[in-house]
């Protein structure tokens, strides 16, 4: 995407409390932090949409959103992209509930490249269970979802997810245990059902 923002090389070794400062009186700032963070809030909305358009899209208008309020931006000691994914958060939530037809967190090109790396012989064992995993993330509510993504694609700490979802630490630490469980159980069922089609082998 065209960056809109005009950037100075002067603002690369600068912090982001430093630029953030700076961005409530100066655009040319703010256009540091857009290039520091475009990537991340890109790839957060395009795994969230599914598709190009309606992340670029979006992804616009998070930084837009961002701009129109940095000024009133404070920092409560968690880090400043936090709040970009805050409002990428939202702008998403307000985007899928006005789809007539929801899509699902877009995870497979991450795991498909992920496997890329990995010796072809292992290859056709993972593959069926990705397939599986894929399938009961899938079945999982949003929410949930949303918590994988930001923990193990993301990689961000619970503090900073709990900031992003509106939810304290702590919750965020129990959303995340009961998710493991019911991925667990939904995984264990799965592969119950497989077995009981197969007798001493024998497709039954």
Excluded: C
């Excluded at 090389?9 to 430093?18: A, G, M, P, T």
């Excluded at 999982?140 to 709990?162: W, Y």
């Amino acid at each position: 995407m065209r960056n809109f923002f005009a950037r100075r090389d002067s603002y690369d070794d600068l912090d982001d409390s430093e630029l953030v400062a700076l961005a409530k009186a100066d655009n040319q700032a703010f256009g540091e932090l857009y290039s520091r963070y475009l990537k991340k809030i890109y790839s957060y909305v395009y795994r969230r949409t599914g598709n190009t358009h309606d992340a670029e899209d979006l992804t616009a208008k998070v930084f837009m959103r961002a701009l129109a309020h940095i000024g009133a931006y404070e920092d409560r000691g968690l880090p400043f992209q936090a709040w970009l994914y805050r409002i990428a958060h939202n702008i998403v939530a307000n985007w899928r509930r006005d789809q007539s037809k929801h899509k699902i967190i877009a995870l497979d090109d991450y795991v498909a490249r992920s496997l890329q790396s990995e010796a072809p012989e292992r290859l056709a064992q993972e593959s069926e269970e990705t397939t599986q995993l894929m399938a009961a993330v899938r079945r999982l509510p949003e929410d949930r979802q949303q918590l994988l993504l930001l923990k193990f694609i993301e990689q961000m700490p619970n503090a900073e997810i709990g900031a992003i979802m509106g939810r304290t630490e702590g919750a965020v630490k129990s959303l995340y245990h009961r998710t493991l469980l019911a991925l667990r159980d939904d995984l264990r069922l799965l592969s119950d059902s497989a077995s009981e089609r197969y007798i001493d082998g024998t497709k039954v």
